[in-house]
């Protein structure tokens, strides 16, 4: 099974909101990623886990605030976010026997 | 450091005709290599994947690639393409170091048209 799944699939919110993002994969991986993408571009990285410790943040606003309370889970907490921050949120996870990362289907945010 | 070309961005087919979608690539180091599919609204599915064993991959859905070190290429083929096949196709590098960060192609657009 190589399933990493997202909750939810759309997320709208306002810019005072605070809203959290989820991440699930129970294939025993031990790093985890959190992407942005924006429409018709590639993924862009904002962070990575290795063995539930934050290895990677590729300089991203303190307004997303990953945590990874668990091997298989990781969230994205959003708090304040701009318009600009509407984007596809992917998660992904990789095994140790590999580089190739599988990714979940999503979530699409919208903030108004 | 790492950098991947893809030379189309957009692809234009007929159902049933090959498909060619270019990647070229740039590593310091021996590098793992993947093609993703990403259908509309969807996260990206792991067609093939290259890790320095041989060098003509076969992935799903009757996609392959070859390697060609001397060229720096890693092109993707497919003899007869579906209209499922519609969707963007990213060429994707990993230096098998480190946290296997990628690196991404811009992407390029596959178009099926019937």
């Known amino acids: 099974d190589t399933e990493v799944t997202q909750t939810p699939k759309h997320l709208v919110m306002g810019m005072t909101n605070k809203k959290s993002l989820k991440c699930e994969q129970h294939m025993g991986h031990r790093a985890m990623y959190w992407y942005k993408q924006k429409a018709k571009k590639p993924p862009e990285l904002m962070f990575v886990?290795?063995?539930?410790?934050?290895?990677i943040n590729e300089s991203v606003p303190s307004r997303f605030s990953p945590e990874c309370p668990n091997s298989s889970l990781l969230n994205l907490h959003l708090h304040a976010l701009q318009p600009e921050d509407s984007a596809l949120y992917l998660c992904?996870?990789?095994?140790?026997?590999?580089?190739?990362?599988?990714f979940g289907p999503g979530t699409r945010l919208t903030v108004t | 450091a790492q950098s991947v070309t893809q030379l189309d961005s957009h692809v234009s087919v007929s159902e049933g005709t090959p498909v060619l979608l270019r990647c070229n690539y740039s590593?310091?180091?021996?590098?793992?290599l993947f093609w993703y599919v990403q259908h509309p609204n969807k996260g990206l599915q792991l067609l093939l994947k290259?890790?320095?064993?041989?060098?003509l991959v076969k992935g799903i859905n009757g996609f392959e690639a070859e390697f060609k070190k001397s060229e720096t290429s890693f092109h993707l083929t497919k003899p007869s393409a579906h209209m499922s096949d519609a969707a963007e196709y990213f060429c994707v590098v990993s230096e098998n170091s480190g946290y296997s960060t990628l690196t991404f192609g811009k992407g390029t657009m596959l178009l099926v048209s019937p």
């Open positions: 290259y890790t320095s064993a041989a060098t």
């Open positions: 886990y290795s063995y539930e410790k934050l290895s």
């Open positions: 992904a996870s990789k095994g140790q026997g590999g580089s190739e990362q599988y």
């Open positions: 590593s310091s180091y021996s590098p793992s």
